[in-house]
């Protein structure tokens, strides 16, 4: 089982709300990802949590908020967005040892208006 | 500088044809790997293929086969009897063993299959 799940599909959002992202896995991955991806580009990577801990932070603005409660669960939570945070947001879960292939959810498609 | 390049933006194949998508890589890294993803409309990002630099012999996995040529650092994608369902985007991406979780993706190629 290779599946990584996102809620929700589609979000639209005003610019004051507050909400939040989730994603799921069972493979007993032990490194999560958040990827933003505008259309036509590739995936920009955001965060990185190893054993449930923040690695990686590449310089994201503090109205995005990553969470990662347990080894299996990702949240990211939203607050005072702005209408360029409208993208595709991916979820990807990996082995800690190299390669680090990645398995990517569906995604959730945010509008922010 | 570009580490992962992929030149071709679009391609159209016929279906039941084979369709090369090129990637080309720069690394000074003596261990890495190559990833193929296919990211249809939906949006999702669907792993491929999978090449690992120390890896003698070329990956497959069913229809996709990965012409890996090291001293070139190109790991190009062949798709073999093209399929409607293959109409999709495709990136090439890389990462690097001494970087750690960081992935680099290519541009992308978008592929077209037509009836």
Redesign the interface.
């Known amino acids: 089982d ?1 599946e990584v799940t996102q809620t929700p599909k589609h979000l639209v959002m005003g610019m004051t709300n507050k909400k939040s992202l989730k994603c799921e896995q069972h493979m007993g991955h032990r ?1 999560m ?1 958040w990827y933003k991806q505008k259309a ?4 920009e ?1 955001m965060f ?1 949590y ?1 054993y449930e801990k923040l ?2 932070n590449e310089s994201v603005p503090s109205r995005f908020s990553p969470e990662c409660p347990n080894s299996s669960l990702l949240n990211l939570h939203l607050h005072a967005l702005q209408p360029e945070d409208s993208a ?1 947001y ?1 979820c ?1 879960s990996s082995f800690m040892g ?10 959730t ?1 945010l509008l922010v208006l | 500088a570009q580490k992962i390049t992929q030149t071709q933006p679009g391609m159209f194949v016929q279906e039941k044809e084979a369709v090369t998508l090129d990637c080309t890589y720069d690394t000074s890294d003596q ?1 890495y ?1 190559l ?1 193929w ?1 296919k990211q249809p409309s ?6 491929l293929i ?1 090449q ?1 630099s120390y890896d003698e012999q070329n990956a497959t996995e069913g229809r996709y086969s990965l012409n890996f040529q090291k001293a070139r650092k190109s790991a190009n994608l062949v798709i073999s009897a093209s399929q409607l369902g293959d109409s999709a985007m495709y ?1 090439c991406a890389m ?1 690097e ?1 001494s970087v ?4 680099i ?4 190629t978008r592929l077209f299959v037509k009836a």
């Not at chain 1, 190299?98 to 995604?107: D, I, L, S």
């Not at chain 2, 993706?105 to 992308?108: K, L, N, P």
């Open positions: 290779t490194a990802y036509k580009k590739p995936p990577l990185v190893s690695s990686i595709l991916l990807a190299f390669p680090k292939t990645q398995y990517f959810g569906p995604g498609r | 261990s790997g990833f993803y939906s949006g999702e990002m669907i792993f999978y690992g990136f990462r063993d750690g979780f960081k992935t993706f290519g541009a992308g």
